[in-house]
């Protein structure tokens, strides 16, 4: 193919599959593989370092998730496209993925052809998601503000509300208002209730 090759950096935490990844996109030839990251806060340092035109990343890395670093580039503007690969086929992690200006939403499942494609089409400026899951983002509305999530997903950890507190520099008061508001939201009983629907859901 002519022109220079689509430069890419991929972010996965998982070994393996990351090196498989690397492996089938550099089978085509337009595609090249310039870096490879570990976790989220590696993934930014090599695109502020490479700066490539798309980054294909996992949601569930250590330090920074791909949705949290898909934000970050969208919040900096970055030229940087990205694209989540990932095994969550969930419509709210699809939906948070948009609003953070992810171009791209893929399942580990689909053959390698299709994240070949989505790079390219994602390159030009197209979006690239999974059909499957297309559709059904638009069904459930993710009702958890993101101080709540937050707040949520550390009790979700066992994080008590007074240790919730001091690690987000809130008052135990605050704390409890958020988990309150988030157990009302999503219908559970329980703060571990509401942690583990609203992460089925996508949510956090």
Not at 140 to 148: K, Q, T
Not at 154 to 181: F, K, M, P, W
């Amino acid at each position: 193919m002519s022109g220079e090759p689509i430069r890419v950096v991929l972010a996965e935490d998982q070994g393996l599959v990351r090196g498989a990844l690397a492996a089938l996109l550099r089978l085509e030839g337009d595609i090249d593989v310039v870096a490879q990251a570990a976790d989220g806060d590696e993934a930014l340092a090599l695109v502020e370092a490479h700066r490539p035109s798309v980054l294909v990343a996992d949601i569930e890395m250590p330090k920074r998730t791909g949705l949290e670093l898909a934000g970050e580039l969208h919040a900096r503007k970055a030229a940087t496209r990205v694209i989540i690969v990932t095994t969550f086929a969930r419509s709210g992690y699809l939906r948070r993925a948009l609003d953070a200006g992810v171009a791209g939403y893929l399942l580990k499942d689909r053959p390698s052809s299709e994240l070949a494609a989505a790079v390219r089409t994602v390159h030009r400026g197209g979006r690239a998601i999974d059909p499957s899951l297309a559709l059904d983002s638009w069904t459930e509305r993710d009702p958890l503000s993101e101080r709540e999530r937050t707040v949520l997903r550390l009790a979700g950890d066992g994080l008590t509300a007074g240790a919730i507190a001091a690690q987000l520099h809130l008052s135990d008061g605050t704390v409890r208002n958020y988990l309150s508001e988030a157990i009302g939201k999503v219908g559970a009983s329980n703060r571990i209730e509401a942690a583990r629907i609203a992460r089925e859901r996508g949510w956090l």
